[in-house]
């Protein structure tokens, strides 16, 4: 009997996962004389700890919260990354607005920052050596990478995009960024640290400056505190409620909801908490967001791994339509979920996924013909690629949906307990 698609994902992906952290491990840092890359399993600071910096990392913090590094002047890193919203959005757009006069849409849902950045395995699509293995075999999914489409690596490379996006801090090039470094109230401190002639080899510059961001995002414990009242439960000091544990089991359930398959919930074997997700790539077939200015053009469609934006993949037709897992931790503080931000409530999410075959009338609208247009948020030929071999993907319509309206509250109420800062001192019920 050969696995499902989902389950043979995972387990390459874990496999995957392991080997490529390593392997970034090995490779070293950025900058020579850097510090080593953080191990695996980063141990939670104390909640009332201040952070302790590297020089890097104390300018990567001033840079990121700089609003005076974008186009308009008005945007930083945190006006789309909040630290008081998980390092997410602070409002539930569908995808925020940036350009030089802040009035230009992204075309993606803006994801956390938390708890992924130093335990994102690289990029992989682990495939089988021989044409024939990969015809009769299930085909592994990719995993790891920054992004929704995983096409960043490294998080320096990350940091680079957004400050030249024209949808984001749309500096028009490397130039102008360091142009208004250089009048940045730390522009002196960053001479210090780099040297004092750092600004006349701009590459040297720039490349630093990435790196300091990337330090930043690595060294501050606020990316991953690890405060929820799962964490707490996990190491003991708490119990979860009878509707809780109830979401748990619905959520664990591989003949259910199946979520832990890709948004793994159980600690790693050297007691690491779990991020809630796998790293890996799925089609989910998410409805088209007529939110999305992009998409009042019927040619556009956002096919993840495959383009627009990522362009190494786009012979690969296979990808077409595959978004990374995101954790789960904090989701229940988020207004707008999905890759296209289609959704702007947790139990509406939860409902599309577990009704998307049984109820498709609710979530696709019709075509001319009066059919309704399922998956249509890719292009008719693509859509195969939508995964309907996964629990609970696998139903018919008219079907009845794996949960019921009970099922998805306790659902919701266990998603509830990722989200940090969960007051120990709250008086626990009996």
Known sequence: MRPTARASARWAGLATAVVTVLATVASGSLST???AAPTLVPTPAPADAKPVYSDAAALGKLMFFDPSLSASGKMSCASCHSPEHAYGPPNGLAAQLG????????????????????????????????????????????????????????LHEQATFPLFDPNEMANKDPAALLAKMQSAPYAARFKEVFGQNI???PTKAFTQA????????????????????????????????????????LFD????????????????????????????FQALGVPRNAELKANADPKYFDMGLCGPLRKDQADDKKNCGLFKSVSLRNTATRHVFFHNGRFHTLKDALRFYVQRDTNPQKWYPKDAHGKVD??????????????????????????????????????AAFLATLSDGYDLKAKQPQ
Request: hydrophobic share 35%.
């Open 99 to 154: 350009g030089a006069d802040l009035r230009e849409q992204g075309t993606r849902a803006v994801p956390s920052l938390r708890y992924v950045l130093n335990r994102t395995p690289i990029w992989t699509h682990a495939q089988a050596a021989s044409l024939s293995e990969r015809l009769s075999e299930t085909d592994n999914a990719p995993v790891g990478g920054f992004g929704w489409d995983g096409r960043f690596n490294y």
């Open 199 to 201: 600004f006349a080899d």
């Open 33 to 35: 004389g850097a510090e």
């Open 253 to 280: 359930d591989p003949a259910g909801g199946n979520c832990a398959s890709c948004h793994i919930d159980q600690p790693g074997v050297n007691g690491a908490h779990p991020l809630f997700t796998d790293f890996n």
């Open 210 to 249: 990435m790196y300091a961001i990337e330090r930043f995002e690595l060294e501050d414990p606020s990316f991953h505190p690890y405060t929820s009242k799962f964490d707490y439960y996990l190491d003991g000091k708490v119990q979860l409620t009878a509707q809780e544990l109830r979401g748990k089991k």
């Open 374 to 411: 399922k998956f249509n948020d890719l292009p008719v030929a693509l859509r195969v690629n939508v995964d309907t071999t996964d629990e609970p993907l696998t139903r018919k319509a008219g079907e009845r949906p794996i949960w019921s309206e009970r099922d998805i509250d306790d659902v």
